[in-house]
């Protein structure tokens, strides 16, 4: 079935250090993809998104490119932050209107200063 | 802004209860969802609704069920709450196509 796989955490990084979360999905079609996060105590927020192959969302310094033929999704960061520390998601939307988002397990990013 | 509103951010129930969690949107979106979110399983849907009155289940609809009177608001009800249903619910709303917009989430607690 349509699944969402993402790298298992938590990462610990510190701060102005590359940071990359991997994503891949299986899914029937073209689905749309996208990043969510969540601060602590908070809902989810959107990152950002792609709707087709080779499309690169980006966000608040991120970025992630919608890659077809690998399936994969994965999210970039130069330079992190310590306000960066949240839970990061993966998910992905299929073609038809109005289907709910399938999510990976989330990935805890911790920065220290 | 869109604006997803959740009746409480923490509750706390006893076993057998039954339990109400609403969710308000503000931005006239067809579609609505609940969500729970728990350690290591991300988030699973619970049920969805296209439109006033209509349901659908997600993933695990089992010991939950759902009213869409308005369209605007979408209840979740736990007909008798468990100890396995502690966890934060989250409520999400959208048009077709468009992002999902959630609310803050409930954490709920039942004892």
């Known amino acids: 079935g349509d699944s969402v796989t993402q790298m298992e955490g938590p990462v610990t990084l510190s701060e102005e250090a590359f940071l990359t979360i991997n994503c891949t999905y299986t899914?029937?079609?073209?689905?749309?993809l996208f990043w969510y996060v969540q601060y602590p105590g908070e809902g989810l927020q959107l990152l950002l998104k792609?709707?087709?192959?080779?499309d690169k969302g980006s966000n608040k310094g991120f970025e992630a490119t919608y890659r077809k033929e690998t399936t994969s999704f994965h999210l970039e960061k130069g330079s992190v932050q310590v306000s960066d520390s949240a839970v990061y998601f993966c998910?992905?939307?299929?073609?038809?209107?109005?289907?709910?988002?399938?999510f990976g397990k989330g990935t805890t990013l911790s920065v220290s200063s | 802004d869109v604006k997803v509103t959740q009746s409480s951010r923490y509750l706390v129930k006893r076993t057998g209860e039954k339990v109400f969690l609403e969710c308000v949107q503000d931005?006239?979106?067809?579609?609505m969802f609940w969500y729970r979110q728990d350690p290591g399983l991300g988030l699973r849907l619970i049920y969805f609704?296209?439109?006033?009155?209509?349901?659908e289940k997600g993933d695990i609809p089992e010991g939950y069920s759902v009213s869409r009177e308005k369209k605007e608001r979408f209840s979740l009800i736990l007909e008798s709450a468990s100890t396995n249903q502690t966890s934060m619910y989250l409520c999400?709303?959208?048009?077709?196509?468009?992002?999902?917009?959630f609310g803050p989430g409930t954490r709920l607690l039942v004892l």
């Open positions: 998910a992905l939307r299929l073609m038809k209107a109005g289907t709910a988002l399938i």
């Open positions: 931005m006239d979106h067809e579609n």
């Open positions: 999400a709303s959208t048009t077709a196509q468009e992002t999902q917009y």
């Open positions: 609704s296209y439109d006033v009155k209509m349901k």
């Open positions: 899914a029937t079609g073209y689905p749309s």
């Open positions: 792609a709707t087709k192959a080779d």
